[in-house]
């Protein structure tokens, strides 16, 4: 399968310029990314017929202060989702241990815990 990059950048009046470097002359534009993305393809066929196959490879460009923003955000939720992960299983623990030894009901689990009876049901019943 061929492999197409496409460089999308903004111009002033704020539309997504969309070019092929390797394809000369390969160019269009769309209001948004989605839209640019649909019509290089569309571009793309006109230099390769086999175009509506190819892999295209985005290289937005950014200025340095949102590169850097989005790179923060990516972190940010890399370790939220970590962190989610280890709250669900600290959670699960903790309704086995409430409910397994020290003999609470689902409910009271369930008060203790600010889950749904039913919530610590499934975490108990789970292998």
Same mark, same amino acid.
């Given at each position: ?60 460009? #950014? !200025?340095?202060? $949102?590169?850097?923003? +989005? *790179? ?5 939720? /890399? %370790?939220? &989702? ?7 299983? #600290? !959670?699960?623990? $903790?309704?086995?241990? +409430? *409910? ?5 009901? /689902? %409910?009271? &689990? ?18």
């Amino acid at each position: 399968m061929k492999q197409y990059v496409v460089r999308y950048k903004r111009d002033a009046s704020g539309t997504w310029i969309a070019t092929v470097p390797a394809v000369k002359g390969c160019h269009t534009y769309g209001r948004t990314l989605d839209q640019a993305r649909a019509r290089i393809r569309e571009a793309l066929v006109l230099f390769d017929d086999k175009a509506d196959q190819a892999k295209l490879v985005d290289r937005v460009v #950014l !200025t340095a202060n $949102a590169r850097a923003l +989005l *790179t923060r955000v990516k972190a940010a939720r /890399t %370790r939220a &989702a970590c962190e989610q992960k280890r709250s669900s299983s #600290l !959670t699960t623990a $903790a309704a086995r241990f +409430l *409910t397994w030894e020290l003999g609470l009901s /689902t %409910r009271d &689990a369930g008060q203790l815990l600010e889950l749904s009876h039913q919530r610590i049901q499934q975490l108990v019943e789970r292998d």
